[in-house]
């Protein structure tokens, strides 16, 4: 695991957003395959100003993956936790499973919208199983493995990830002032 930060501030004047990206994929883990929709959401973070405080990459075995969003979500050093791959029929596709006991709070419109999102542009999209949902007061969304489901994921989670982490902080949002 690689622990960093690539930004120090938001475009839109809010404190930056701490960010986890792990991708799930045995052939990036074994380094068979680039890893781009990780590189597409290191990218994104960066473009948002938002901080990339840890990244990684780990087969499909929930073994390796529950501990690990585990120790992110409870580390205190992220707010958001957004995973890609391993989130369809395959039978390796385990990152569902391996997510569903961390959450506390299920959001499952959430992942509809990202689904329904990626359907106009795909009919593929309705395959993904990803949760989304929080621990405490940390925001986590599974993602597809594909460079297109990370954007069409990002178009629908991006403008109120800060809202949806004030919720959850239990900070003032614009619609819940202090």
């Known amino acids: 695991m690689t622990r960093r930060e690539t930004a120090a501030a938001e475009p839109n004047g809010a404190p930056p957003l701490r960010v986890g990206v792990l991708t ?12 781009l929709s ?43 936790i957004l995973t890609t791959g391993g989130t369809g029929f395959g039978p390796r596709d385990v990152t569902p499973e391996a997510t569903r ?17 990626g359907g106009v542009k795909t009919p593929f999209a309705p395959l ?14 599974n993602l597809p ?6 954007r069409d994921a990002l178009e629908v989670l991006g403008p109120i990830l800060h ?11 614009p619609h819940r002032p202090s």
């Open 101 to 117: 006991p961390l959450l506390e709070r299920e959001a499952p419109g959430l992942a509809e919208a990202i689904r329904r999102a």
């Open 38 to 80: 990780g590189a597409a959401l290191e990218d994104w973070c960066r473009q948002q100003g938002h901080l990339l405080t840890v990244r990684g990459t780990v087969p499909d075995q929930t073994e390796i993956i529950t501990p690990l969003l585990l120790d992110w979500a409870d580390g205190g050093e992220v707010d958001v």
């Open 24 to 35: 799930v994929s045995d052939a990036c883990a074994r380094g068979g395959r680039d890893d």
């Open 163 to 173: 809202h949806l982490v004030g919720l959850s902080k239990d900070t003032p949002t």
């Open 145 to 150: 493995g594909s460079p297109g489901g990370v």
């Open 128 to 141: 993904s199983r990803g949760l989304t949902g929080t621990r405490g007061e940390v925001f986590l969304a």
